[in-house]
């Protein structure tokens, strides 16, 4: 495992990246999904369309990015609670099938209308 601390152009690419999976998760907080357009997230986090289009190919992959940086939060975080109680092998099994299940519930809920 590489524990080489991140160059400071790594660093700012990744605050940059995610400012802009708060802003749009805000904005379509606030408006809807559909009324969110790129330029109002660009707008808000105060970046260039450019600067987008370099993190993202559209609004769906910033906020599907989100569903997937939060299950895997909550997997690791799973995973490190149920290790203190169980065998590794265990945990990470069981960490696993909850990431999963949350997973295919966020899809059935978009794929049906439920979010988004």
Do not use: C
């Not at 080489?4 to 995610?18: I, M, N, V, Y």
């Not at 809807?32 to 993202?56: K, M, N, P, W």
């Amino acid at each position: 495992m590489d524990t080489t601390p991140p160059s400071r152009h790594e660093r700012r690419r990744l605050q940059t990246r995610k400012l802009l999976i708060q802003t749009t998760l805000q904005l379509v907080l606030e408006k809807g999904y559909e009324a969110v357009s790129i330029q109002d997230i660009t707008d808000r986090a105060d970046l260039g369309r450019g600067t987008f289009y370099i993190h993202f190919k559209d609004k769906e992959e910033v906020v599907w990015t989100a569903f997937r940086d939060l299950f895997q939060e909550f997997e690791q975080a799973t995973h490190k609670q149920l290790d203190r109680q169980m065998p590794q092998r265990d945990a990470l099994s069981s960490a696993k099938a909850l990431s999963s299940g949350a997973a295919d519930i966020a899809s059935l809920a978009v794929n049906n209308g439920y979010l988004l």
